[in-house]
Nanobody, 121 residues
C-alpha cells in the first residue's frame, strides 16, 4: 500500500511558477512510476506528466511540455512537479498518482487527495 500526500498548491498570477510536491509512504515507492494528473472544474481528469521508477524517463502532456518539469527523489520518497509560465487554463486540482506509469488513469493504483492550483489572469 502506498499513501500519497500532495502539497505546494496555491494562487499565482499568470506567468508565475509553483512547485508541487507529493510525499509517499511505503517501501515500494522506489519501484513505482509516478504521475501527475489534473482536473479542472466540470472537466475530466487529465494526464499532465509521468516519470519512471528511476527518474530516467519522463512524459508530458502537450499542453504543459516545455513549461512543467517532473522529477523525483527516491531517497526522500517524493515526486515534484515544477510549473513555470503558468496560464489561467492550468487552474485545476492536481493529483499525484503511483503505479505502472503511462498516460492513462487506469495505469495508476494509488492516488493522493489533490492540491488546488489557481492561476489568475
Amino acid at each position: 500500500q502506498v499513501q500519497l500526500v500532495e502539497s505546494g498548491g496555491g494562487l499565482v498570477q499568470a506567468g508565475g511558477s509553483l512547485r508541487l510536491s507529493c510525499a509517499a509512504s511505503g517501501r515500494t515507492f522506489r519501484s513505482l512510476a509516478m504521475g501527475w494528473f489534473r482536473q479542472a472544474l466540470g472537466k475530466e481528469r487529465e494526464f499532465v506528466a509521468a516519470i519512471n521508477w528511476s527518474g530516467g524517463t519522463t512524459y508530458y502532456a502537450d499542453s504543459v511540455k516545455g513549461r512543467f518539469t517532473i522529477s523525483r527523489d527516491n531517497a526522500k520518497n517524493t515526486v515534484y512537479l515544477q510549473m513555470f509560465s503558468l496560464k489561467p487554463e492550468d487552474t485545476a486540482v492536481y493529483y499525484c498518482a503511483a503505479g505502472l506509469g503511462g498516460t492513462a488513469r487506469y495505469e495508476y493504483n494509488f492516488w493522493g487527495q489533490g492540491t488546488q492550483v489557481t492561476v489568475s489572469s
